[in-house]
């Protein structure tokens, strides 16, 4: 696991930037202050939409040097393991739901390489899930919309449900990572926040922003401190 500062980090999703110059659009996060770059990978199968690959990790890798988190929304993530961890990926995440024979030998990949490694839950998915993995994992990424698109409305009632019994099940003195990918933004951050979520997706609400900057800071301020009460 990377260095962690206090308080929600700030992962931005390049998923709803202007795809024809992510470089440009990789810099401008980061001069905002975001403190990842969250790198969402669809294939057309685990879910209905296509993104990008490796190669066009591999390529953004050079323009930054925030830490990567993939999020691999495909259905064979052991298969390509290794692509993704050769582009240079900091950490690597997929899902739960996927076939289950490749699950633990993929995490276990991923962190004989000295990443992180997580599982991620479908909104319906239950927590328990992910049991049989418990040894394997730094990461549990709380999906807070069904995955395949950005834009999409926050379900509230999924953060409230998962987000603290995630903290609790993955370890309670916050050595690991809760995420939350899904309708990030200054509007869900007390809701986020107070789930005691260490790092916040957010993407459309970044991109769109007309200062993303301070769109940076009131997500982490607002997610911050509802998130200090919570874990104080």
């Not at 980061?30 to 690959?53: C, K, Q, S, W, Y």
């Not at 049989?132 to 994992?137: A, D, F, K, S, V």
């Not at 999924?158 to 200054?186: C, F, I, M, T, Y």
Request: proline content about 6%; charged content about 25%.
């Amino acid at each position: 696991m990377t260095e962690r500062r206090p308080g929600a980090l700030i992962a931005a999703s390049i998923l709803d930037s202007d795809l024809a110059a992510l470089g440009d659009e990789v810099r401008r996060a980061e001069a905002a202050g975001a403190d990842r770059i969250h790198l969402d990978v669809m294939d057309g199968h685990f879910v209905p939409n296509l993104t990008f690959g490796w190669k066009t990790i591999e390529a953004l890798r050079r323009v930054t040097p925030l830490p990567f988190d993939a999020h691999l929304m495909i259905a064979e993530p052991g298969r390509w393991t290794e692509q993704f961890l050769d582009a240079g990926c900091d950490s690597i995440t997929f899902h739960v739901e996927v076939a289950e024979p490749q699950i633990g030998p993929a995490l276990a990949r991923i962190r004989e390489a000295g990443r992180a490694a997580g599982l991620s839950v479908k909104p319906r998915t239950p927590l328990s899930s992910l049991d049989p993995y418990r040894g394997l994992l730094d990461i549990v990424l709380v999906m807070t919309v069904e995955p395949g698109f950005g834009g999409q409305a926050f379900m509230a009632d999924v953060a409230d449900a998962k987000l603290l019994p995630a903290r609790a099940w993955l370890a309670p003195d916050g050595a690991n990572e809760v995420q939350v990918d899904g309708g990030g933004r200054s509007a869900t951050a007390e809701v986020i926040g107070r789930g005691g979520t260490d790092v916040i997706v957010v993407g459309s609400a970044l991109y769109r922003a007309d200062d993303m900057a301070a769109e940076v800071e009131r997500v982490r301020g607002v997610a911050s401190a509802a998130r200090a009460a919570t874990l104080r």
